[in-house]
């Protein structure tokens, strides 16, 4: 079993810049990468990006690229979110997840808990 634990959320300002941490407790050889996502109150749960745990492959939505880069620490099993330019849409609970690194949920095994993010204008 693999335990996901985010952190990093919080309140900040439009323009400003905030950086979310996902801690693993672990790996599976099913699980190929990770990525996020992020789910505004009466939305559904949207994609942000995704990164392989071999290789330097990423993935982004097209509503964050230029702006949120996400990056990993193979030593500490931990995946970053590094979210720049910030927009009032961007406010929304973040959750990170394992599995295969694609823009479908479906394809994670394992979720965290979420951190709010909250872009104030």
């Known amino acids: 079993q693999v335990q996901l634990v985010e952190s990093g959320g919080g309140l900040v300002q439009a323009g400003g810049s905030l950086r979310l941490s996902c801690a693993s407790s672990?790996?599976?050889?099913?699980?190929?990468?990770m990525g996020w996502f992020r789910q505004a109150p009466g939305k559904e749960r949207e994609f942000v990006a995704a990164i392989r745990w071999s290789g330097s492959r990423t993935y982004y939505a097209d509503s964050v690229k230029g702006r949120f880069t996400i990056s990993r620490d193979n030593a500490k099993i931990t995946v970053y979110l590094q979210m720049s330019s910030l927009k009032p849409d961007d406010t929304a609970v973040y959750y990170c997840?394992?599995?295969?690194?694609?823009?479908?949920?479906?394809?994670?095994?394992?979720w965290g808990q979420g951190t709010q993010v909250t872009v104030s204008s």
């Open positions: 672990g790996r599976t050889f099913s699980s190929y990468g």
């Open positions: 997840a394992a599995g295969v690194p694609t823009m479908y949920h479906r394809d994670y095994d394992y």
